[in-house]
């Protein structure tokens, strides 16, 4: 405990006169850094904050020292974390590598993938794309049907993925892909690691609700991807994608309360633009609903430090499970209650009649509605409750 | 605040365990029931309750209790509420004994909380007055006279009232009617002069009462605390009363809903068990995420009653808002899964829907703390 204060204190001040003031604001999508060959720094100070925070070993502080990681603990991790989030300091780098491919390296790559990949991640060389739906496999993954041949020292990879978020500037792209069509589903499927940069991949953006092109669809045709850029065992690919699909939801449930960002938070909106009388909102039901959304919020926030401190305790249990379905049900809660609480005011869709938060709160209501069907639907998160936590029986398929 | 039992408390919680399944399974509380026990508790229980020392589970080890914290109080609640165990615990030990130790002059502490921790003196708090919790509306009166005060009024609603040895009367001796400036709190004798006292029965077969206060005088000695300022003693014990009961609510969910799964895996329609339709599940597994954050939400708040007092206003309103959302969602999906059974007298989930009412009712339904919260937070 007293090495902790004593960490916490160093941390503390190395934040403060490190972290510069300019990356202590909440963030826009256009400040990010995603590093990658085609990335550029939003700023100067976006600059030094990334530098500083790699070359102290920061980008990704409980990853090995070996691969470029700071090699602390998962405590140590939290408390920069906690300390990074006391004073609103921006994240760094934002990075799909960092997020979710590099823990799966960590545990399933070899030690020439961990060499080559997980450094180039925390160096910000490489932006990583998730190609995992294809249009034909959303929900039930493991039916996708892109295919890759084994041809020896290569595998010819035909198909498309869809999702694959700003794949248009990616470096490289991870990849489920069936290897073997003849045995069940889920056992003849391959992690496979793509340089996008090979003949026969491109990529279309697509259009969403939000009026954002995040995302897109990359279509692979006759892709020659050599044999080493194989995570894990052929059609063992499906241990792999769960494992990373556990970060993927952990991110996911934490997005609402770790990422600083331009969007009014429903108290401050709710002073701004609803009635007030003795210190109370008027408006009876709105009254409630921000009641209701705040309980939940804080509920959850409970429930993600009790899951941490059962992690470090050693003590398992079913709070993880529920938190991604927990936290992005929370999030399309918020966005309805701003825009309610808005009034025509958070219907702005462009123009200078309506301020940047307000055009941006209701760019946010139409992304969050993405957010219950990305990374597993919450439907699907039932799914595994019901099977994982509850041990129910599975109706028919899985 | 640590969110995780530590070893000593898992401990605990595997001793009441053992104990309540073998001393006080669902079974006792029904023959409590059916033979209109009038007590209302199994005293011999109670008893061998205080023998393991939860009499004074909270209580400082100078007035004979353990001090095990509200942690490890909150573990025992837990446990009596998944057998749905009878006992003045509660109103007596978390109620009457806090209302003491937080506002009780040294002469009232010494004097009564060492039978409090043995189990041989039981207390009750006399507050409500309307079908619905005002703990500032307070009308009942304590008016001064000669060294001592004469206290006129009626109580509904009051837990272990016909049972308990001693009452806590909360009455007004200043201040208009709805203000919790001027209400004093006193202590009295169950059975002295102008105390009239009817039992109430009510849906979970436990205890409550109806009580009438008839020119009932009362020495300066019963005063606890400071007259007008009783506010000041009753809000954190009140405070202390919600978090321990929804711990308790905690345990009747958790029993409720395991046993419905069990069913759900057992039970077969259509030639496979009910627990493989989806739309059971997705029930089950919404309740199980409810579980998860009203696990960490009533941890937090246990805590907060030793650790960091000022935040447990708003901790112990978001506990019993969330907790009377939970008992209520959970004990009717437990009678709806169970299908025709579970609206059997026969099936213990019936006691589990009931118990659960009458919990959300006490110190302030799910409008009364959502209410509270908000004005906490300012809005």
């Not at chain 1, 993880?320 to 927990?326: E, G, N, Q, R, T």
């Not at chain 2, 914290?69 to 009596?80: D, K």
Request: glycine share 10%; hydrophobic share 40%; charged share 25%.
């Amino acid at each position: 405990m007293q090495d902790q204060e004593q960490f916490r204190r160093e941390v503390r001040q190395w934040l403060q006169a490190n972290c510069p003031e300019s990356q202590r604001q909440p963030i826009t999508a256009a400040e990010q850094y995603w590093g990658g060959r085609r990335g550029s720094f939003p700023s100067e100070d976006a600059r030094l904050w990334y530098e500083r925070m790699r070359d102290r070993g920061w980008i990704a502080p409980e990853w090995p020292i070996e691969y470029g990681g700071g090699g602390l603990s998962d405590q140590q991790a939290r408390i920069i974390k906690d300390e990074m989030k006391r004073i609103n300091a921006r994240a760094p780098l934002y990075s799909i590598g960092l997020w979710m491919l590099g823990p799966a390296l960590l545990e399933y790559g070899n030690e020439a993938q961990k060499q080559q990949h997980v450094r180039a991640i925390i160096n910000a060389e490489t932006r990583w794309a998730q190609g995992y739906s294809e249009p034909g496999a959303g929900s039930d993954l493991a039916s996708l049907q892109c295919r890759a041949e084994d041809m020896g020292d290569h595998f010819l990879v035909n198909g498309s993925k869809i999702w694959t978020t700003s794949a248009d500037k990616c470096d490289w792209i991870f990849c489920l892909v069936r290897t073997d069509p003849k045995v069940k589903k889920q056992e003849g499927i391959s992690f496979l690691l793509i340089d996008m940069d090979t003949p026969g991949v491109s990529t279309s953006p697509i259009e969403l609700i939000s009026g954002e092109s995040e995302f897109c669809q990359t279509f692979f045709d006759n892709v020659k991807v050599p044999r080493e850029n194989l995570v894990g065992e052929l059609n063992k690919g499906w241990s792999v994608a769960k494992a990373l699909l556990v970060h993927e939801r952990k991110l996911m449930a934490e997005l609402g309360s770790d990422s600083p960002r331009k969007i009014v938070p429903p108290n401050e909106a709710a002073r701004k633009y609803l009635e007030f009388r003795d210190g109370r909102i008027v408006d009876a039901r709105l009254r409630l609903d921000l009641v209701e959304y705040n309980m939940q919020m804080h509920a959850i926030a409970l429930t993600h430090f009790r899951g941490f401190e059962e992690k470090s305790a050693g003590v398992r249990s079913a709070a993880p499970l529920v938190m991604k379905y927990l936290g992005t049900e929370a999030e399309k809660t918020k966005s309805e209650l701003l825009l309610a609480i808005m009034g025509s005011r958070g219907l702005g869709w462009e123009g200078d009649e309506f301020t940047p938060e307000e055009r941006d709160t209701l760019r946010l209501w139409a992304m969050s509605k993405a957010m219950t069907i990305a990374g597993g639907s919450s439907e699907i998160q039932l799914n595994v409750i019901a099977k994982n936590v509850l041990g129910l029986p599975q109706a028919g398929g899985t | 605040m640590p969110l995780v039992l530590n070893e000593e408390q898992r401990l605990l919680r595997d001793t009441a365990r053992d104990f309540l399944n073998s001393n006080a399974p669902v079974t006792a509380l029904r023959k409590l029931r059916d033979e209109r026990d009038p007590l209302g508790y199994d005293s011999q229980l109670w008893q061998q309750m205080a023998e393991l020392g939860w009499a004074g589970i909270t209580l400082p080890e100078e007035y004979g209790g353990l001090a095990f914290g509200f942690t490890g109080l909150g573990v025992v609640m837990e446990e009596c509420g998944r057998t749905l165990a009878a006992s003045p615990l509660f109103a007596s030990v978390v109620v009457g004994a806090s209302a003491l130790l937080l506002g009780g002059s040294d002469d009232q502490k010494h004097e009564l909380l060492p039978s409090i921790a043995s189990g041989e003196l039981t207390l009750a708090l006399a507050l409500e007055e309307s079908h619905h919790h005002r703990p500032t509306h307070i009308a009942t009166s304590a008016a001064r006279a000669g060294e001592g005060f004469v206290l006129n009024g009626s109580k509904t609603f009051v837990l272990d009232g016909h049972s308990a040895d001693k009452l806590i009367v909360v009455a007004r001796t200043s201040g208009d009617e709805h203000s919790g400036d001027g209400i004093s709190l006193f202590l009295l004798d169950r059975d002295a002069a102008g105390v009239h006292c009817t039992r109430t029965i009510m849906a979970d077969s436990r205890n409550a009462a109806n009580i009438r206060l008839d020119n009932v005088s009362v020495g300066s000695d019963g005063l606890i605390g400071t007259l007008d300022r009783g506010w000041e003693i009753l809000e954190p014990v009140l405070d202390r009363g919600r978090v321990a009961l929804a711990a308790e609510m905690m345990g009747c969910a958790l029993e409720a809903f395991e046993r419905t799964v069990a069913y759900l895996k057992e039970r077969q329609q259509f030639g496979v068990p009910i627990g493989s339709f989806q739309a059971l599940q997705h029930r089950a597994a919404r309740m199980q995420a409810d579980l998860e954050l009203c696990r960490s939400v009533i941890l937090q708040a246990l805590g907060a009653v030793d650790e960091t007092p000022e935040q447990l206003p708003i901790l112990a309103s978001l506990a019993k808002a969330k907790l009377n959302e939970l008992v209520k969602l959970v004990s009717n999906e437990a009678v709806q899964m169970h299908g025709g059974i579970g609206v059997t007298d026969e099936l213990e989930i019936g006691f589990f829907l009931k118990r659960a009412r009458v919990t959300m009712q006490v110190f302030g339904d799910t409008g009364f703390h959502q209410d509270r919260y908000a004005t906490l937070c300012g809005y």
